[in-house]
């Protein structure tokens, strides 16, 4: 299935956003959004990839 | 003293952690200055952000994520959303950006997302200008903190419009207001205290110094004389000279 994640476009397997965490080798603290909507990490494992998806995947940075 | 949200500040320096030579230099400068909180924000990840994440922790600061380049109330609330689960903290440094050159707040969209993220529990740290109106708009949103710039962010011009803060200051007695953004040297920050501000955030004036970790001590030097200064009820500025020394008693030698 191709999706872009963080910008870039990806062909992934993962079906769920918490199985695209893992095979995209994603550890740590981190937040996530679905096309443009947050969600929290309880609900990863419920939320369903599809063709076309926006995916971020966001960890502390420094900031101002 | 002013509580943030019922926490009590260790001192009113606010650090940011972005632009510093080196991770080394940016720790550095929290150790030696012992600023209290620690700005952060989410970016994409890239492999750094969790030694990064790992280092704060290690400072043992008070953390306030942003939501800096956040142009619309919906990308500033997702990313707060996603700063509070991460950074497992209710604050949030709410930056709404209007205008690309100036950085400046796009100030009625920073009261919509404020109101937004109070009703969802968030306890919201605004970055706003000077406007007393919306210093009001956003307490009545449930701000319960603001933070005016002094002038635009990476400016180092200091305070642009003092009257104004000045004028904020008056109006919101009560509140604890920081002066965020614009600052470049250690008088701007003491300046910032000796008007009754509550705390400064600043973050290029240290981070982009010859040596980051001397002038993050010099800001907390600063600021804590500023504070110093306005508890101590410092005099009025006046025009005509007033003789120090007792003139009564003087020898007559000429």
């Known amino acids: ?64 | 003293m002013k509580t943030f949200y019922g926490t009590q500040l260790p001192n009113p320096l606010m650090l940011g952690t972005a632009q510093y030579p080196s991770p080394a230099i940016l720790e550095q400068a929290f150790r030696d200055s012992g600023a209290g909180v620690a700005t952060v924000s989410l970016r994409r990840e890239s492999g750094a952000g969790q030694t990064f994440w790992q280092m704060i922790r290690e400072l043992g600061v008070l953390v306030l994520p942003n939501t800096a380049g956040c142009h619309t109330v919906k990308e500033a609330v997702t990313t707060a959303h996603m700063a509070r689960e991460v950074f497992d903290t209710k604050w949030i440094k709410l930056e709404l950006i209007g205008h690309t050159d100036s950085l400046q707040p796009d100030v009625f969209q920073l009261v919509e997302a404020a109101r937004i993220l109070t009703d969802d529990g968030f306890e919201v740290f605004p970055y706003t200008t000077d406007d007393l109106i919306v210093g009001e708009r956003l307490l009545t949103a449930g701000c319960e903190v603001l933070m005016p710039w002094g002038a635009p962010i990476g400016s180092g011009r200091g305070l642009n419009n003092e009257y104004a803060l000045r004028a904020m200051r008056a109006e919101f007695p009560d509140v604890p207001l920081v002066i965020d953004a614009g600052i470049g040297l250690s008088s701007h920050a003491a300046h910032a205290m000796e008007l009754g501000f509550d705390a400064v955030l600043l973050n290029t004036a240290v981070a982009r110094a010859g040596d980051p970790v001397v002038m993050a001590k010099a800001m907390m030097q600063a600021v804590m004389a500023g504070q110093l200064a306005h508890q101590a009820d410092p005099i009025e500025a006046r025009d005509m000279a007033e003789p120090s020394t007792p003139v009564i008693g003087k020898a007559f030698l000429s």
């Open chain 1, 1 to 64: 299935m191709k999706i872009v994640l963080n910008g870039e476009p990806r062909d992934v397997s993962a079906e769920t956003l918490a199985d695209l965490l893992l095979e995209c080798g994603f550890s740590g603290r981190v937040a996530t959004a679905v096309n443009e909507d947050f969600v929290p990490s309880g609900l990863r494992i419920s939320q369903t990839l599809n063709e076309g998806d926006r995916v971020e995947v966001l960890a502390p940075m420094q900031g101002g």
